[in-house]
């Protein structure tokens, strides 16, 4: 009999871990994976080569940053100079869009993409539009008056104003997304916050993106359970960036933040 007793003890002990394993496993939450600037990672960010790899990686979205040149074209950049990412020196605003194009920007990561251009944004949604999720940062809009107007129009040109469409528009600049809001309001807005306080997001703070926004998606370093709590409920859903690290993305699932942006979208 105590044979008997300590094997169905055994059993009960086996199956209870089983419990717990499948528990957690179920509680392993599914949050979109973002590829940042494309997989930045390991191609020269924000161009052909860089989108590419992030599809081959399985992203559910591809995140990009829009400018405008001198002769007011739309432009895939994320510097307002072309130093960085370019054999140029500049502001983008004081190139046209032909001039930019001239420029070679794959050789500052590897000599192999040599042949890498910047991206203007028609060429750009021409490509990806209605294969892949586009996340789409307007970056420093007050440095280029209309322009929320005109990343609108190109949307709307594509028929991408649904939420089928799976578009999601971001920026810093709040102003910016209540003006771009207006224009279509059927589009998804991200308010980005990068706070290098502990307190993270008030509520007073949320409660104003509550008229335009839909997303509330701040940098890793400012993560917080709390935070993510609260942004959930003041009914917001969050994309986190920039995630570098396997176990960040094991603490976001956990947390059950609707998406990840990563330079590395493998790792999500």
Request: aromatic share 10%.
């Amino acid at each position: 009999m105590r044979t008997i007793a300590t094997i169905l003890f055994f059993i009960f002990l086996l199956s209870f871990r089983m419990i717990k394993v499948l528990t957690r496993n179920t509680d392993c939450h599914s949050a979109i994976k973002v590829g940042h600037r494309g997989a930045a990672g390991y191609c020269p960010e924000n161009t052909f080569a860089s989108f590419n790899k992030a599809l081959s990686l399985g992203v559910d979205y591809l995140e990009t940053d829009i400018q405008m040149t001198k002769d007011g074209k739309l432009v895939v950049i994320h510097d307002t100079t072309v130093n960085r990412t370019t054999n140029g020196k500049g502001k983008v605003r004081d190139f046209t869009l032909n001039e930019l194009q001239n420029l070679d920007a794959g050789s500052w990561f590897h000599p192999q993409f040599a042949n890498e251009k910047i991206l203007s944004f028609y060429e750009f949604l021409d490509e990806f539009a209605g294969k892949i999720g586009l996340l789409i940062e307007l970056k420093k809009p007050s440095l280029y008056p209309g322009i929320e107007e005109k990343v609108a129009n190109e949307l709307l040109k594509r028929g991408l104003t649904s939420g089928s469409a799976e578009i999601i528009v971001q920026s810093f600049d709040q102003n910016s997304l209540r003006q771009f809001h207006t224009i279509l309001p059927a589009i998804p807005l991200g308010v980005l916050v990068k706070k290098t306080t502990m307190k993270g997001l008030s509520h007073s703070e949320l409660l104003t993106f509550s008229s335009y926004a839909t997303y509330v998606n701040p940098k890793m370093t400012m993560v917080t359970k709390p935070l993510i709590r609260r942004i959930h409920q003041h009914g917001f859903k969050t994309l986190i960036w920039t995630v570098k690290k396997k176990q960040d993305v094991h603490l976001l699932k956990h947390y059950r933040v609707e998406g990840m942006i990563s330079d590395f979208p493998d790792i999500l």
